[in-house]
């Protein structure tokens, strides 16, 4: 091994003898930055990744490592060296082992110049560090199968030319076999087969960030094929002009055999999948413990069918084997309880047949054209998961991202396809359970109580539901075996004292059928498990279905097998009717609504008959708009049932039609907020922080006023990063960047809120300031490119809070708004005589005064940061979909009914790191930064050389005066 290091370091320091090393390095740092920077444009991606460092890596590595192996072997045979060298009691494994290791650090030391470009980016985003390890590791591998190729080239031919031109072919039709422009041309088997024989779709893996042991052994397969080729023809070289003989034949035979194994290794690795690292932060291709949860939920065969064509749209083509694979993980992770399937449809007519008709699964045109021909494939790219009878589709828009790189080139890449499927596998398995035993997914016993007063003492219609009520649980008991305890009680027995513990622990109170009335009773009722209590609601219309409905709706919040109900209250959106001149009223959140509706059932609805839907889990108000007494009185007392709020209001709404305008909004939620401790200030934020979006903007053109759109860093963008998100926090988990649009400071009151866990969620920057303003368009003339007048800074500004504890009710000592009368509500003043109206049906009047200590409020200080229209202007300004503000509300949900396991999988998703906001002047900056950086390590270099080439003239020179 000393003599293999000696020729190594012989040859290394052979390279720097000449200007030849620089001039490579060179040529590899400029083309590398190059492509990095303009080619890929990385700014413009705005993805703190390296992945554009490693696209070309492939493709530049053929042309370094031809031109550093053109003359390891030419060379001396064409100077007549080569003679010297096989007659030298070296053998020949150790000169080709030498002159390997000789490339391979040369090609090192040209990777390590590249080291500033993710050291810088770290310094301006998020990055994950496992796929850069990876692109490294995947980049050295390469090299040294091109180095193995082109020292076997070299060997072969005298001429340095010829060596670089073959190989530059050899190493080339390695990357062209498993190409995108080849393996489209065939189908998915034989596109699969030869992607396993591509260098470059091996490196692709690998740069993912998951180091597979298969990808490794092909490339070390192919340095030892080719390594050993090398050698053979130097010993070929060695006895040429001879006779043949049995030494001869002996080379020849372990030459073929070493080729052999290598090839068959390969084989035999192939249907070996579990030999995979996962490099990537939070294992992002790793199936989750969340995942396997709900795999061990399953109680019956589930079935997952991916439906792909094997002629597709070449950009979703690489898609599908990475698909294949992890569906393969689930496979395993499934435990013989889960069935993967991989079919094309258009070759087997029954098949396709079943998926048009039963599933809805239908063939897409997609529309693609090459340099050689436009054409339209209608190909299926849609996954089927399957379980009892109840099934959901997952097309190719579920499962990508799509990013905009220029006007006619597109990025495609997997969204996260394990969220996507493990959220149809949690629907069709909660679907299926639904619709069976609501007992059997309970972790414990339960014991329901009711607080009921005594027959004499209850309204007729209360009589009548007192014995329905007896009916449901006598079912309910019948079904639970053994696992329901009931326990009814009359709180006013023994002189009050269980009446006196319901107010002080649940801040119950008598009810009434009236605010004039003197009969007052109990009619309560909760579900009590593992020390957490959920108030049954009384039904609205008094009937059994009612009762059965919110005894069910609380059954399912202590089960982890059924789909929550989320009620929403939104305000109403009238299309425009252009014909009678009247604009659109009210912002669409469609986005919001469909990606709700994946994983839970949600229901409208407005509150105006002063309750929230029995069946609710939990309440959401999305820009509510002047709520009345009984709608506030509906909000608060599910609050008060120990329920979940989740609000995006502020005291301003923004108008986009035309220029841009703020007017003053009224949601009537002022007061209640504050006396919950949450005061929402009459002033819009705005932060140097911010996002650039396309603004519509008048120009005066000529006395002709022109209205544009421009791209703007627009104040009121409040662009929120890492120091301003919760850090460690749950609902926050997984996001690195969310805009909020107008948003509004929130107050904490800290003496209201001291019995209380508050959890800031988003936070400005400590530049930010606040404008009451309610001109909120840029106005370039007077402001200069800023648009806006610069405020001083006010510190950090709260845009976003959670707060779980006690809360007393908004209502208490105060009259129910059911018992005010409509008509003593109407009459006027002037009027002495007014005939009292009787209200329509029973009416029962009660106040909760206190909620349990799992109630919880999330606040979110904005009106329209998840409407659809602020969606839109975010992808137009990224050139992708925007989704944090999305997947915000979704972990909001996910933690406020405490189901975490799609939020820690949607946690994992990192595909998305946005880098800081640059300017122009920073972006520049930050490129010229990593030339010179790398320059300064060439530099670095040749001085090092250069004292090492005078130190040894010098030790010659004394070597010679001695």
């Known amino acids: 091994?000393?003599?293999?290091?000696?020729?190594?370091?012989?040859?290394?320091?052979?390279?720097?003898?000449?200007?030849?090393?620089?001039?490579?390095?060179?040529?590899?740092?400029?083309?590398?930055?190059?492509?990095?920077?303009?080619?890929?444009?990385?700014?413009?991606?705005?993805?703190?990744?390296?992945?554009?460092?490693?696209?070309?890596?492939?493709?530049?590595?053929?042309?370094?490592?031809?031109?550093?192996?053109?003359?390891?072997?030419?060379?001396?045979?064409?100077?007549?060296?080569?003679?010297?060298?096989?007659?030298?009691?070296?053998?020949?494994?150790?000169?080709?082992?030498?002159?390997?290791?000789?490339?391979?650090?040369?090609?090192?030391?040209?990777?390590?110049?590249?080291?500033?470009?993710?050291?810088?980016?770290?310094?301006?985003?998020?990055?994950?560090?496992?796929?850069?390890?990876?692109?490294?590791?995947?980049?050295?591998?390469?090299?040294?199968?091109?180095?193995?190729?082109?020292?076997?080239?070299?060997?072969?031919?005298?001429?340095?030319?010829?060596?670089?031109?073959?190989?530059?072919?050899?190493?080339?039709?390695?990357?062209?076999?498993?190409?995108?422009?080849?393996?489209?041309?065939?189908?998915?088997?034989?596109?699969e087969w030869l992607k396993s024989l591509g260098s470059g779709s091996r490196f692709e893996s690998i740069t993912r960030g998951m180091l597979d042991v298969r990808d490794i052994f092909y490339y070390l397969s192919l340095v030892g094929v080719f390594l050993a080729l090398n050698v053979f023809t130097l010993e070929s070289l060695r006895w040429a002009g001879n006779p043949n003989n049995a030494r001869h034949r002996r080379w020849m035979w372990l030459t073929g055999v070493a080729i052999a194994n290598f090839m068959a290794a390969n084989l035999w690795l192939a249907p070996i999948n579990q030999a995979r690292v996962d490099m990537t932060a939070g294992q992002?291709?790793?199936?989750?413990?969340?995942?396997?949860?709900?795999?061990?939920?399953?109680?019956?065969?589930?079935?997952?069918?991916?439906?792909?064509?094997?002629?597709?749209?070449?950009?979703?083509?690489?898609?599908?084997?990475?698909?294949?694979?992890?569906?393969?993980?689930?496979?395993?992770?499934?435990?013989?309880?889960?069935?993967?399937?991989?079919?094309?449809?258009?070759?087997?007519?029954?098949?396709?047949?079943?998926?048009?008709?039963?599933?809805?699964?239908?063939?897409?045109?997609?529309?693609?054209?090459?340099?050689?021909?436009?054409?339209?494939?209608?190909?299926?790219?849609?996954?089927?998961?399957?379980?009892?009878?109840?099934?959901?589709?997952?097309?190719?828009?579920?499962?990508?991202?799509?990013?905009?790189?220029?006007?006619?080139?597109?990025?495609?890449?997997?969204?996260?396809?394990?969220?996507?499927?493990?959220?149809?596998?949690?629907?069709?398995?909660?679907?299926?359970?639904?619709?069976?035993?609501?007992?059997?997914?309970?972790?414990?016993?339960?014991?329901?109580?009711?607080?009921?007063?005594?027959?004499g003492d209850l309204p007729e219609v209360l009589q009548n539901l007192r014995q329905e009520l007896d009916d449901v649980l006598a079912d309910a008991q019948n079904k639970a075996d053994g696992r329901l305890t009931i326990d009814i009680q009359d709180p006013e027995a023994n002189n009050g004292a269980l009446?006196?513990?319901?107010?002080?622990?649940?801040?119950?109170?008598?009810?009434?059928?009236?605010?004039?009335?003197?009969?007052?009773?109990?009619?309560?009722?909760?579900?009590?498990?593992?020390?957490?209590?959920?108030?049954?609601?009384?039904?609205?219309?008094?009937?059994?279905?009612?009762?059965?409905?919110?005894?069910?709706?609380?059954?399912?919040?202590?089960?982890?097998?059924?789909?929550?109900?989320?009620?929403?209250?939104?305000?109403?959106?009238?299309?425009?009717?252009?014909h009678m001149g009247l604009p659109a009223q009210g912002q669409p959140h469609y986005v919001l609504r469909a990606s709700l509706e994946e994983e839970r059932n949600l229901i409208n609805t407005d509150l105006k008959s002063g309750q929230v839907p029995e069946q609710t889990d939990l309440l959401m108000l999305i820009n509510p708009d002047k709520l009345d007494d009984k709608q506030l009185f509906a909000v608060d007392q599910f609050l008060m049932r120990g329920g979940a709020v989740v609000m995006a209001t502020s005291p301003y709404r923004v108008d986009s039609e035309g220029a841009l305008s703020a007017s003053a909004h009224d949601a009537g939620l002022a007061d209640w907020l504050a006396h919950h401790g949450?005061?929402?200030?009459?002033?819009?934020?705005?932060?140097?922080?911010?996002?650039?979006?396309?603004?519509p903007v008048n120009r005066n053109l000529g006395g002709f006023v022109i209205r544009e759109t421009k791209m703007v860093n627009y104040p009121y963008f409040v662009d929120i990063r890492q120091d301003g998100l919760a850090q460690g926090g749950i609902i926050t988990g997984g996001l690195n960047q969310v805009t909020m649009t107008w948003p509004s400071p929130i107050d904490l009151d800290e003496e209201r809120l001291q019995q209380h866990q508050v959890t800031p969620l988003l936070r400005s920057t400590e530049d930010a300031w606040t404008s009451t303003e309610l001109q909120i368009q840029p106005d370039f003339n007077l402001h200069g490119d800023s648009g806006f007048a610069q405020g001083d800074p006010a510190g950090q500004q709260l845009l976003a809070v959670a707060v779980e504890g006690r809360f007393e009710s908004y209502f208490k000592d105060k009259p129910s708004p059911f018992a005010a009368n409509p008509a003593e509500e109407n009459a006027s003043d002037e009027v002495d005589d007014v005939q009292v109206a009787e209200p329509e049906g029973p009416v029962i009047t009660?106040?909760?005064?206190?909620?349990?200590?799992?109630?919880?409020?999330?606040?979110?200080?904005?009106?329209?940061?998840?409407s659809d229209l602020m969606l839109d202007l975010a992808a137009s300004g990224l050139g992708t979909e925007y989704r944090k503000p999305i997947e915000l509300i979704e972990n909001t949900l996910d933690w406020s009914l405490e189901d975490r396991g799609l939020l820690e999988i949607r946690g994992r998703a990192h595909f998305s790191r946005v880098l800081d906001p640059l300017g122009q002047g920073g972006q520049v900056f930050w490129e010229?930064?990593?030339?010179?950086?790398?320059?300064?390590?060439?530099?670095?270099?040749?001085?090092?050389?250069?004292?090492?080439?005078?130190?040894?003239?010098?030790?010659?020179?004394?070597?010679?005066?001695?």
């Open 1 to 191: 091994m000393k003599l293999v290091l000696k020729i190594a370091q012989k040859e290394f320091a052979g390279f720097f003898a000449s200007p030849t090393a620089f001039i490579f390095l060179g040529a590899f740092l400029a083309v590398t930055l190059f492509t990095f920077f303009w080619v890929e444009t990385f700014f413009a991606r705005n993805i703190a990744d390296v992945r554009p460092l490693f696209e070309w890596m492939p493709l530049l590595m053929i042309f370094l490592a031809a031109a550093i192996t053109m003359r390891m072997w030419s060379e001396e045979r064409r100077s007549g060296t080569l003679e010297f060298l096989l007659t030298a009691p070296v053998s020949n494994t150790q000169l080709v082992l030498g002159k390997f290791l000789a490339c391979f650090g040369l090609v090192a030391v040209a990777l390590v110049l590249t080291l500033p470009v993710p050291f810088t980016v770290s310094l301006i985003g998020l990055l994950d560090w496992g796929p850069v390890l990876g692109g490294y590791l995947a980049t050295l591998f390469l090299a040294a199968a091109y180095l193995s190729i082109g020292l076997f080239v070299s060997a072969r031919s005298s001429n340095q030319i010829v060596s670089l031109i073959v190989t530059t072919l050899i190493c080339g039709f390695f990357y062209l076999l498993g190409s995108d422009s080849l393996t489209s041309l065939f189908g998915n088997s034989a596109s």
């Open 846 to 866: 009660r106040v909760i005064d206190q909620s349990p200590a799992s109630a919880r409020i999330i606040l979110f200080a904005s009106n329209n940061f998840v």
């Open 284 to 455: 992002q291709f790793s199936i989750s413990a969340a995942t396997r949860g709900y795999l061990a939920q399953l109680q019956e065969p589930m079935l997952i069918r991916g439906y792909f064509s094997a002629q597709t749209h070449p950009l979703l083509a690489p898609l599908v084997p990475r698909l294949r694979d992890l569906l393969q993980e689930y496979a395993i992770a499934g435990e013989g309880r889960l069935r993967v399937e991989f079919i094309d449809p258009q070759q087997d007519p029954e098949l396709e047949q079943e998926a048009n008709q039963k599933y809805q699964i239908k063939p897409i045109p997609f529309q693609f054209a090459s340099k050689y021909q436009s054409s339209v494939v209608n190909s299926y790219f849609n996954i089927l998961i399957q379980y009892g009878d109840e099934h959901q589709v997952l097309g190719f828009r579920d499962l990508i991202d799509i990013k905009l790189k220029s006007e006619t080139d597109l990025d495609v890449e997997l969204r996260n396809p394990e969220y996507d499927l493990t959220q149809a596998i949690k629907k069709v398995l909660y679907a299926y359970q639904g619709a069976g035993d609501l007992f059997a997914n309970l972790t414990g016993d339960l014991i329901f109580k009711g607080y009921i007063s005594a027959d």
């Open 499 to 578: 009446a006196a513990q319901l107010k002080e622990a649940f801040g119950f109170r008598p009810m009434s059928t009236g605010l004039f009335s003197t009969q007052t009773f109990w009619f309560y009722m909760t579900l009590e498990s593992a020390g957490r209590t959920i108030q049954v609601p009384l039904p609205e219309n008094f009937d059994k279905a009612g009762l059965e409905l919110g005894l069910q709706a609380a059954l399912k919040r202590f089960s982890s097998g059924f789909l929550k109900t989320v009620a929403v209250h939104m305000p109403t959106v009238t299309p425009a009717m252009p």
């Open 678 to 695: 949450l005061k929402l200030n009459e002033s819009l934020v705005m932060d140097p922080q911010n996002a650039a979006f396309p603004i």
């Open 928 to 962: 010229y930064l990593n030339y010179g950086l790398a320059m300064l390590g060439l530099l670095l270099i040749w001085l090092i050389r250069r004292q090492q080439q005078m130190a040894k003239r010098l030790r010659q020179a004394r070597l010679l005066a001695s």
